[in-house]
């Protein structure tokens, strides 16, 4: 029980150093978003890995739903990538970088809802 509540204190703890380290160390922001992403890869493996624990063939059930994260993070890295870049370059004399930021955001929901959606049809 200690161990689920920790899992979701320890990723809100990350948001909360890297919102500090925006404004107090500029320099360190990239190295905290790295560790971010890679504590938020290990949680999601790890809840993989509980979920087929007990199943019937752990082992290709496993790695199809790795698969399916590891493809779903390709696809929001470049197209939130692709859409903060057009959203810069076309928007942010007027608005702001900002823009871009939160383009990209909004690109890696619907991707997540496009592949939770198809891979689901798959499923059954």
């Known amino acids: 029980m200690m161990l689920k509540k920790s899992f979701t204190l320890f990723p809100l703890f990350l948001i909360v150093l890297l919102l500090i380290s925006f404004w107090k ?17 290990a949680i999601s493996i790890f809840g993989i890995f509980e ?7 752990p082992r290709v059930k496993i790695a199809k739903d790795v698969s399916i994260l590891v493809i779903t993070l390709l696809l929001i890295i470049f197209f939130g990538g692709l859409a903060a870049l057009f959203t810069n370059y076309y928007i942010a004399m007027r608005f702001g970088t900002i823009v871009g930021f939160v383009a990209a ?13 198809s891979f689901g049809r798959m499923k059954g």
């Open 105 to 117: 955001i909004v690109t890696s929901f619907i991707v997540g809802y496009v592949v939770k959606k």
């Open 51 to 57: 979920k087929h624990k007990e199943s019937e063939n």
């Open 25 to 41: 160390f500029p320099a360190a922001t990239p190295i905290l978003g790295i560790l971010l992403l890679l504590a938020g890869l």
